[in-house]
């Protein structure tokens, strides 16, 4: 016999069955604003501190309750779980949200997860796919391209690099300072001068965003081409100069052996209260030294010194002014760079061991070759070659002979050179040693 009355608790049954079916989307109510947010803020929290498996649960509870009107609190979530994957280096995590990112519609269009998908892929060395995702993607800002563009250039592909700045305009998205320092970099490294000139041409004519950053990059594009006189216009034009902007100017200046303008530029730098870096001390210093300007590489050493700068001397300063020196005879200055080499603890590196070696057998002072000899520790064939040297220098073949069986004995393998200044240390001395 059919039913025809409802049971009396048949409301509360519905009640219970909706509360228990999470696939049933009609019956879904939105959470409350706050609480979405607090999830959010929780899969921020712990995808920064590289818990994605918390992270991946509290995102599904965000998931289970939002509906397609309140998608937009997925987006940072997603790109906060790609973060904690790409910093973990988890591939499955991150490919797994790559295609999860499509299936809730946060690509092609979200700038956002099309950054941390690039991001993703890049640190894998997947170059190639992360330039696929912002390819594919519809956005119209250059930051994930300048991660696409960093990213080759980080591994030395120059032309990749270029490549897709070129693709970048050609689809109509503004450059912005980052993107024209990245390409400039590029042009500098390929000696691409031309198309460096037609991205400083670019720059101008559509009125780009120019600060000091990429003022810096257009110096130094031009310093490394060659092109130091169109460097010196583009140092003039700028309002606002720091010390990267000087040292191009007088590395491009010294790589060309432009001494007078070096001089000039060292000057300025110092009366403006700028000092060189390491890096461009040691390339001056290394031209003067290479193109027998010695007296000039041992005074840039001198002023240095004299003005504390000492931040700019590292060992390969001092064994640079070692070598002037010793070519020279100027025994009195390495002396000094002797003594800062020890005030700088690097009286202990070998190179630094030869050249003192060196300079004093060269100034005929034995007598400080082998005190220098004998305190070093860690001696190479090139360290017992030096004292040989030392010693064949001045004809002492009885000495010579002693520290080449010293040499054996310390089982260190004599080389060519060793067997050729003992040969012709005997035959000048019309000894045959036995």
Same mark, same amino acid.
């Given at each position: 016999m059919p039913c025809t009355t409802l049971p009396q608790n048949f409301r509360s049954l519905v009640k219970q069955i909706k509360r228990c079916s999470p696939r049933s989307q009609s019956w879904r109510r939105p959470p409350p604003v706050n609480q979405a947010e607090r999830l959010v803020a929780s899969i921020r929290h712990l995808s920064s501190s590289h818990r994605i498996a918390a992270a991946l649960v509290a995102f599904s509870h965000l998931r289970r309750y939002i509906s397609h009107p309140l998608s937009r609190y997925l987006d940072h979530p997603i790109s906060s779980l790609l973060?904690?994957?790409?910093?973990?280096? =988890?591939? %499955?995590?991150?490919?797994?949200?790559?295609?999860?990112?499509?299936? &809730? #519609? /946060?690509?092609?269009?979200?700038?956002?997860?099309?950054?941390?998908?690039?991001?993703?892929?890049?640190?894998?060395?997947?170059?190639?796919?992360?330039?696929?995702?912002?390819?594919?993607?519809?956005?119209?800002?250059?930051?994930?391209?300048?991660?696409?563009?960093?990213?080759?250039?980080?591994?030395?592909?120059?032309?990749?690099?270029?490549?897709?700045?070129?693709?970048?305009?050609?689809?109509?998205?503004?450059?912005?300072?980052? =993107?024209? %320092?990245?390409?400039?970099?590029?042009?500098?490294?390929?000696?691409? &001068? #031309? /198309?460096?000139?037609?991205?400083?041409?670019?720059?101008?004519?559509?009125?780009?965003?120019?600060?000091?950053?990429?003022y810096n990059a257009l110096l130094a594009m031009y310093a490394k081409c060659g092109a130091v006189d169109n460097a010196r216009k583009v140092f003039d034009e700028m309002s606002e100069r720091d010390i990267v902007s000087w040292n191009s100017m007088v590395l491009g200046y010294s790589s060309q052996g432009r001494w007078d303008e070096t001089s000039e530029f060292l000057e300025r730098m110092r009366l403006e209260g700028f000092e060189l870096n390491s890096v461009t001390s040691n390339t001056i210093i290394c031209g003067l030294v290479y193109s027998s300007n010695h007296r000039e590489a041992l005074t840039l050493i001198s002023q240095t010194r004299q003005r504390k700068a000492i931040s700019a001397l590292d060992s390969v300063s001092l064994l640079l002014g070692l070598k002037a020196c010793s070519v020279i005879r100027y025994q009195t200055q390495g002396k000094e760079i002797h003594g800062l080499a020890i005030r700088s603890n690097f009286d202990e590196l070998e190179n630094i061991s030869n050249a003192l070696i060196t300079l004093y057998s060269k100034c005929h002072n034995i007598g400080y070759a082998r005190i220098v000899f004998q305190k070093s520790s860690a001696r190479s064939v090139v360290t017992w070659n030096s004292m040989i040297a030392a010693f064949a220098g001045i004809n002492n073949v009885h000495e010579a002979a002693l520290l080449l069986q010293e040499m054996i004995a310390s089982r260190t393998q004599p080389s060519q050179t060793t067997i050729v200044t003992m040969l012709a240390l005997c035959a000048d001395s019309a000894d045959l040693w036995p």
């Open positions: 973060a904690a994957a790409t910093y973990l280096r =988890s591939f %499955s995590h991150g490919t797994g949200l790559h295609a999860l990112s499509f299936f &809730l #519609g /946060l690509l092609p269009a979200n700038p956002f997860t099309v950054s941390r998908i690039a991001a993703f892929y890049a640190a894998f060395g997947l170059l190639d796919s992360a330039r696929a995702a912002v390819e594919d993607s519809s956005t119209a800002l250059a930051f994930p391209w300048n991660i696409v563009i960093s990213a080759y250039l980080e591994k030395g592909y120059w032309q990749d690099a270029i490549f897709s700045y070129g693709m970048m305009l050609e689809r109509g998205i503004k450059p912005d300072k980052f =993107s024209i %320092s990245s390409v400039l970099k590029a042009c500098g490294e390929l000696r691409e &001068l #031309g /198309l460096g000139k037609e991205v400083h041409r670019h720059i101008r004519s559509r009125d780009l965003e120019c600060d000091l950053f990429v």
